[in-house]
């Protein structure tokens, strides 16, 4: 095996002496942390909550925002002439409602038309004022077609009168006019059922649209118009209708108020957290019992939050909705260091001195969360390179905050550690901080039960320590090890294991991609609800794609004209785009409008009488004057177009592997082309999030797997340890990704956050149960021994030494998260579903699949020639397992090891293992962990 121990021995080394030098000086160390994490919490002040959904969760290099400035600096929208499907989309000022009767049933009845009409009537009366006092309604803001506001579609042929539904069968999507008017009803009913003539039958919902002038002009008073709708909706009452609605701003508005929705849940969090973590440092014993250090690692991962913040704030990194997780995160990362911090230092004798026990706990549990700290703090820094800025953030504030986590447990809370070592020389009370009698030296049955603890005279003169052996390491040891082990739950194990495999598989090949507008809002608002409907049952016509052809064309050229039909045919052959009815082609429509006022092959190839008609008849002309945002001419000619578009209508997008396939299937064919073509939709900005998600994802995944191999190889000192650690990682990546699918989690930036996360998680958890059981020096001396293989046998000893520390960091994880299930923001109940899996599968690999697969295969392993003579080798040595015991036992000061390492460790100081001792290979951090297991009640 490849050994590489020097980097770990080194750090063993520089953290006793550390150790000792915070031992000297614990009060000077306290008050220099405090002083420095209040002068960086001061930055919070000068926090700022980005809460631009647009930009938080759109790529950078967004091709869609560069095709954008394309569209709307050489097509920008016309306000005065205003169609839809050449808007701008989300930068639109607009309300956009959807009305569903309470009772169900159809739209088109009376009474229920009756109150949309009263809505839409009461609406328009709606009023902002300007600086000068000047009221300002709908009908002065509003866009405008045709010279008046643009109308509802429905209204404007019922002329706002509903006695006239009777007399008139609509049509769907389109439907003619006895005056010849054509009008396009596929965006204002939902849930529609049809008659064999397309005759309406039935709706379900009814769409109205308000769009406002987003002009610099009146852009103020149309954000104060959506502030004045909004709280028009919310006071509208009426037993016929439910109104849904969005606005410009209601997801910016949706992400802030989640974001303040999430103090209360850090609030309970914190609690539970504070609760647990004094409690499991409770012990019947008053004097070694250390509450007060429970309470001091939960401040001490609260100043790590609040230095991040206050940091990152002073450099201008603004925080958003999905950094409002990181403090859930660190407070459950921070409980987990101090367990480890506590556990080591109850690994040694309370008989030592303060400076030696501190030197000794920080020579073993400070490598450990080193090793934690720089795999979190890795995986966070390879994510904070992601090109979603939601997520750079969240890594970059959550990384920063590791790093702070670190920094105070090794002196703030590492001060304290050596204040509470010197209460215990002292024998002193825990609450009352007043001397005690130890146990065995009180009779009183009260006294002992309230005061008393520590070790008496004769513990102190004989150099003894109680065992550090507690209930739970027993159950590990003596049934549940063995048990695992047994080679009828090996094949169920075995057998789980790969049904486990087969289920993430399953659902890895189902799963939704990009985080959908309606997860951004709270779940039962009514922007949640405008998105659910509007996604269920108004997805079969949209969104609009503008084609810009860029290059200057001679359209009167028949050869060019056919060109160009050909183009758009093969735009309209896509399954995701609608059929010619619904596209919009300048140069078809004025092609058949030379058809019908008859005019002559001759007249139409030549090139000047082609664009006299283009400009003087066709542009001119009411129904096709919307033509005229579609053409752009060489500026101070009317012969010669320097580039013009023609516009797509999306079909039946329902799914976002559907929007996705379209948007990559119009850009496809536009590069193919030709001739030099742009595409774009608003919408096409959401999609590319959708777009990146998974190859942004396998690449992040990818680098963090690859970097935590490195780390663990030179950390972990041992090649097939590192390598089991790396399949261990992948296998719980799968796993996470394929059953948060079936828990209707998608594969989104928030999801993304948490497996990144898992990187780090998975570490602590697979690589110390690996290494244990590799290097696993004791021999089970348990009452199954004689029916235990070697491997069988390091598999109890690695669940015996781990099993503890490990359920207690993922419960201290669950805990900090816990409050997040209750939360009415997807972002929140994604984070926490995933984590919990994390955790959940942590366990499961660690405490279940792991121990069976290495005992399994134990043979593949090169066990030293140490073992097949241990059990009499070891007979007269102290098991690594035994060091707390024997501190205790009167026999170790007769046992010849003993004195032997006695004499060794005065020849040489270096010298500071016992006899039997862990090979120098065997990790301190990982033997931090075989003492993490002390800490709850004893």
Known sequence: MVKCDCIDRGLSSLFERYGKFVSRWPYAIILISLIVAAALSVGIIFLKVDADVIFLFTPDSSKAHDDSEVIYDDFPTDYDEYTASRGNGTEDLAANIIIAPKAGGDVLVEGVLSEILRFDSELRTVSVSTNNGIPLTYESLCAMSRGVCLDNPVLEILDRNVSYLKHV??????????????????????????????????????????????????????????TEFERFVDNFESDAISVSFIHSHSLDSEVSLSSKSIIPLFSISYTLLFTFAITSCVMFDWVFSKPFLGFMGTISASLAVASSLGLLSYAGVNFNIVTSSMPFLILGIGIDDMFIMIAAWRKTSPCESVEERMGKAFSEAAVSITITSITDALAFGIGSINPLPAVRVFCLYTGVAVIFDYIFQITFFGAWMAVTGRREAANRHVWTLMKVKPRDEESSAAYKLFCAGGLSAEDRSRNEVKTCETGLMTFFKEYYGPFLMKPAVKILTLLAFCTYLGGAIYGCFNVSEGLELKLLARSGSPAYDFFERQSDDFSTYGPFVSVVVQESLNYSDVTVQDDLETLVKDFESSEYIHSCEFTEFWLRDFLKFLDVINVSSSLRSDPDEFYRLLVNQFLVNPSFSRYRQDIIFEEGSDTVIESSRFILTGDSLVTTNQQVQMMSEVRGKASEANLTLTTFSPFFIVYEQYARIRPVTIQNLSIAVAAMFVVAFFLIPNLICSVVVALCIASIEVGIVGYMSLWDVRLDSISMINLILCIGFSVDFSAHITYSFLSAPEEYDGKHKERLS???????????????????????????????????????????????????????????????????????????????????????????????????????????AFDSHQERTQADPDHLVPANSPPKQLSHSFRASLGHVDNTLD
């Open 790 to 896: 070697i491997a069988s046998q390091h598999a109890v000893m690695a669940l015996y030494s781990l099993g503890m520390p490990i359920l207690q960091g993922a419960i201290s994880t669950i805990i900090a998260i816990i409050a997040l299930n209750w939360s009415t923001s997807y972002i929140f109940v994604a984070f926490f579903k995933v984590m919990l899996l994390v955790m959940l599968f942590g366990i499961l690999h660690s405490l279940v699949f792991l121990p069976v697969l290495l005992s399994s295969f134990g043979c593949c392993f090169c066990w030293s020639n140490e073992d097949d003579g241990q059990q009499d080798n070891n007979k007269g040595e102290i098991a690594l397992h035994d060091i707390c015991i024997n501190y205790r036992s009167p026999q170790v000061h007769d046992n010849p």
């Open 169 to 226: 069968n609509l049509t769907y999507p389109f439907f003619e006019a006895s005056n010849g008017e054509s009008y396009f009803l596929g965006t204002t009913f939902g849930d529609v059922e049809l008659r064999d003539n397309a005759t309406i039958l039935r709706a379900g919902l009814f769409a109205l649209n308000y769009i406002l002038q987003t002009t610099p002009l009146l852009e103020e008073e149309g954000m104060e118009w959506e």
